[in-house]
């Protein structure tokens, strides 16, 4: 897949929490996230990270072929401890590995988990072939404080069921002009009180390590797109369609 980050524009990650988090009112309450709607257009353009290409439509399942890599990294550091624990969704004792780092906002995330992810869980995920691990990665005020609420459902099981919800239901918070209620409406539904909602957005402990996550996704491995993926190590990047991620892991086991 090819990525729509352009080289010229690499800088260290402008990331910078305090400001970005004070343009957007996140600090603020509840009342903060509706103030995200105007205010994330510019934060992105400081993080100088794009979103990856979405796949090409594949040709017939017999005739697709596992895409080249970009790369590969070394799998211990990829596995390495993180600022916050991994969540594995399969057994941890499958063969192969994917780690994925994307960004609740990122419609070609969400278009692989939609199109994609469901056909991969039911012959590899399911049968003990292969594990997902998703990596926060936020791009905005409001992929940050999705990926947040995700963490603070209380239990692996509910972030896995969260990140699922949030991005098949993708366009009803993400491009919401009220972010605030739409979002409280997706934390109710996983057991969340408003109190929980509003706590959970000013965790200033928890919003650090969504950072670092992504700083070290940056940093360490050279993410620079969503969705990007490392099989067993191996760097793929783009909406993957189901044949060609199949394809991948077919080839790794």
Request: glycine share 6%; hydrophobic share 45%; proline share 6%.
């Amino acid at each position: 897949m090819t990525s729509m980050f352009s080289t010229a524009s690499r800088r260290p990650l402008a990331f910078k929490i305090a400001a970005l988090l004070a343009s957007a009112g996140l600090v603020a309450g509840t009342g903060g996230l509706a103030h995200a709607a105007g205010a994330s257009a510019e934060p992105a353009k400081e993080i100088r990270i794009a979103q990856a290409e979405t796949a090409p439509a594949t040709p017939p399942a017999s005739a697709v072929e596992a895409p080249p890599s970009l790369g590969s990294v070394d799998v211990d550091d990829l596995m390495a401890e993180g600022p916050l624990p991994d969540i594995v969704v399969g057994d941890p004792e499958a063969p192969v590995t994917i780690v994925e780092y994307a960004s609740m906002t990122c419609g070609y995330c969400a278009a692989f988990h939609v199109n994609s992810y469901p056909q991969i869980k039911k012959d590899f995920i399911d049968t003990g072939k292969a594990k997902l691990i998703l990596r926060e990665f936020p791009f905005d005020p409001r992929a940050l404080a999705a990926a947040m609420l995700a963490r603070c459902t209380g239990d692996d099981a509910k972030r896995t069921a969260m990140v699922d919800v949030l991005m098949k239901q993708q366009d009803e918070w993400a491009r919401a002009e009220n972010a605030s209620a739409a979002l409280l409406k997706f934390a109710k539904l996983a057991g969340m009180s408003q109190d929980d909602f509003t706590a959970c957005l000013n965790d200033k402990e928890l919003r650090q390590k969504v950072v670092e996550t992504q700083e070290r996704g940056q940093n360490e491995f050279g993410v620079n797109a969503t969705p990007t993926f490392f099989v067993n190590g191996d760097k793929y990047s783009g909406a993957l369609g189901p044949e060609e991620m199949a394809a991948v892991i077919e080839s790794h086991l």
